[in-house]
């Protein structure tokens, strides 16, 4: 029982990878894949996203991106309580508001 107290609760995020077609572009993002992450928060979440997506073996086979690289944007949409942007800066990730998708 006191396991359980301890253990954090993991919730389900609903995450969205955001690319340009050419790495290291600053304009034109779009959508190349939206997957659901369980974790225990932001932090945590996109670091298993960072990882799924940087490992040529644990990468889905319907992904038609390219490996998650510095400029990137993961999107977590929580519903209600809000959509987060995160974009993958040298030193981590790092919030911003939001992208405009042409």
Same mark, same amino acid.
């Given at each position: 029982?006191?396991? /359980?107290?301890?253990?954090?609760?993991?919730?389900?995020?609903?995450?969205?990878? +955001?690319?340009?077609?050419?790495?290291?572009? &600053?304009?034109?993002?779009? /959508?190349?894949?939206?997957? #659901?992450?369980?974790? #225990? !928060?932001?932090?945590?979440?996109?670091?298993? #996203? +960072?990882? *799924? +997506? !940087?490992?040529?073996?644990?990468?889905?086979? %319907?992904? !038609?991106?390219?490996?998650?690289? #510095?400029? %990137?944007?993961? *999107?977590?949409?929580?519903?209600?309580?809000?959509?987060? &942007?995160?974009?993958?800066?040298?030193?981590?990730?790092?919030?911003? !508001?939001?992208?405009?998708?042409?």
């Amino acid at each position: 029982m006191l396991k /359980q107290l301890v253990r954090k609760r993991q919730k389900e995020y609903d995450v969205t990878i +955001f690319q340009t077609p050419i790495f290291r572009q &600053y304009k034109g993002y779009r /959508q190349v894949y939206r997957l #659901t992450v369980e974790s #225990t !928060n932001h932090e945590n979440c996109l670091n298993e #996203t +960072f990882m *799924l +997506f !940087n490992v040529p073996d644990a990468i889905p086979s %319907d992904f !038609n991106g390219r490996f998650l690289g #510095t400029g %990137d944007i993961l *999107l977590i949409d929580e519903g209600l309580k809000g959509q987060h &942007y995160y974009q993958l800066k040298p030193g981590g990730w790092q919030k911003i !508001n939001r992208i405009h998708i042409r």
